[in-house]
């Protein structure tokens, strides 16, 4: 029998260390190697006995992904990993100054269906599972050796449509026993599935959480992202608002600016209105182009925007990311997997 050990959580793997007669201390060992020695070769786990070493060689799987290729641009890595059922998936390692962000995928392709995303355009394969989305970090630290400052579930896929395994992933990630990253440090984005939204609340999940809204009126989030028929604008606002009500850490809203769609003086208005006093932060970002009928917008047209929403906020917090790795197809809403 094959025991998939990558992504169980520690009291599982105390009860399969015990189930085959080994001591369960055991166990905090081999999930030490893992996650902080960032070790895939039992052998090197040199405080084990041989004959564990022999179990986990012979009848558990500790590595899930393979590194396949890795593309450079100034600031930016992208890293192309294949699965052991032969599927392939993308992440990023970016670094704006001295801040290194990791962005992992959580799903092979996406069925959400997002028009501007083309990561869609691939439709959905399968769940990524814990493993493999652990997997993406521990290769990704294994090949930058600098320290990461934030982690963030915006690579390929909808996190919340593979909720648990995701949530389970970002667990061992916060782990003081494993990789000890703060949950300020880890953020999950939707495209906005509301009732995992209001499943992360009620559970009080600690992680941050950014909702992709990039359309001030439902007719054109219906056209950018067809799931708005099902939870449209003002569901996710109240949803937001619901989430900050007694937290620290405020909500994202992340807002794809693209040309003659969301980029005029209107929707800045309209945008305004519907964050004011909402107190949550608001993420522009200038769309990055695929192959689509959409543009980004001129210089021109994307600091008119800005400078007319700064001049009239109130009450939510502004930020532009510039995407890094657009060169090599590694900005945000542009990870796909061509036919391998």
């Given at each position: 029998?094959?025991?998939?050990?990558?992504?169980?959580?520690?009291e599982?793997?105390k009860?399969?260390?015990?189930e085959?007669?080994?001591?369960q201390?055991?166990?905090?060992?081999i999930y030490?190697?893992?996650?902080q020695?960032?070790v895939?070769?039992?052998?090197?786990?040199?405080?084990l006995?041989?004959n564990?070493?022999s179990f986990?060689?012979?009848q558990?799987?500790?590595?899930?992904?393979?590194?396949?290729k890795?593309?450079e641009?100034e600031?930016?890595?992208k890293?192309?990993f294949?699965t052991q059922?032969?599927?392939?998936?993308?992440?990023v390692?970016?670094?704006n100054d001295?801040r290194h962000?990791?962005c992992?995928?959580?799903?092979v392709?996406?069925?959400?269906?997002c028009?501007f995303?083309?990561?869609?355009?691939?439709?959905?394969k399968?769940?990524?599972t814990?493993?493999?989305i652990?997997?993406?970090?521990i290769?990704i630290m294994?090949?930058?050796?600098r320290?990461?400052?934030n982690i963030v579930?915006m690579g390929?896929g909808?996190?919340?449509l593979n909720?648990?395994?995701?949530?389970k992933?970002?667990?061992?990630?916060h782990?003081s026993d494993a990789?000890?990253?703060?949950?300020?440090?880890?953020?999950i984005?939707t495209?906005g599935?509301?009732p995992k939204i209001?499943?992360?609340?009620d559970?009080?999940?600690?992680?941050h959480l950014?909702?992709?809204?990039n359309?001030?009126?439902?007719k054109t989030?219906d056209?950018?992202m067809?799931?708005n028929q099902?939870?449209?604008?003002?569901d996710?606002?109240?949803a937001?608002?619901k989430?900050?009500k007694?937290r620290?850490?405020r909500?994202?809203?992340?807002?794809v600016?693209i040309d003659?769609?969301?980029?005029?003086i209107?929707?800045?208005?309209?945008l305004a209105?519907l964050?004011k006093?909402?107190?949550?932060?608001?993420?522009?970002?200038?769309f990055?182009?695929?192959e689509?009928?959409?543009?980004r917008p001129?210089?021109?047209?994307?600091?008119?925007?800005?400078?007319e929403?700064?001049?009239?906020?109130k009450?939510f917090?502004?930020?532009?990311?510039?995407s890094?790795?657009?060169?090599?197809n590694?900005g945000?809403?542009?990870?796909?997997i061509q036919?391998?």
């Amino acid at each position: 029998m094959n025991y998939i050990i990558k992504g169980m959580p520690v009291e599982d793997l105390k009860s399969l260390v015990k189930e085959h007669d080994f001591p369960q201390y055991r166990a905090t060992q081999i999930y030490h190697w893992m996650y902080q020695g960032l070790v895939f070769n039992s052998d090197l786990m040199n405080n084990l006995p041989k004959n564990l070493k022999s179990f986990l060689n012979e009848q558990c799987t500790i590595q899930t992904l393979e590194l396949s290729k890795k593309i450079e641009s100034e600031g930016t890595t992208k890293f192309l990993f294949k699965t052991q059922d032969s599927n392939y998936i993308e992440s990023v390692s970016m670094f704006n100054d001295d801040r290194h962000t990791i962005c992992l995928s959580s799903q092979v392709g996406c069925n959400v269906d997002c028009k501007f995303c083309a990561t869609g355009k691939m439709g959905f394969k399968k769940n990524l599972t814990v493993g493999e989305i652990i997997d993406q970090l521990i290769l990704i630290m294994s090949n930058i050796d600098r320290p990461i400052h934030n982690i963030v579930f915006m690579g390929m896929g909808e996190p919340f449509l593979n909720y648990d395994n995701v949530i389970k992933a970002a667990d061992i990630m916060h782990d003081s026993d494993a990789f000890n990253f703060g949950s300020h440090r880890i953020t999950i984005s939707t495209a906005g599935i509301l009732p995992k939204i209001n499943r992360f609340i009620d559970d009080k999940i600690k992680y941050h959480l950014a909702i992709s809204l990039n359309a001030t009126e439902d007719k054109t989030r219906d056209k950018l992202m067809p799931i708005n028929q099902k939870w449209p604008i003002m569901d996710l606002i109240n949803a937001a608002k619901k989430y900050n009500k007694d937290r620290r850490d405020r909500v994202t809203f992340e807002y794809v600016l693209i040309d003659s769609i969301n980029d005029s003086i209107s929707d800045a208005h309209r945008l305004a209105k519907l964050l004011k006093n909402t107190h949550c932060k608001l993420n522009i970002i200038p769309f990055n182009e695929i192959e689509s009928i959409y543009k980004r917008p001129s210089d021109k047209k994307i600091n008119e925007f800005l400078n007319e929403l700064h001049a009239i906020h109130k009450g939510f917090q502004i930020l532009v990311r510039w995407s890094k790795g657009t060169d090599i197809n590694a900005g945000c809403g542009q990870l796909a997997i061509q036919d391998n």
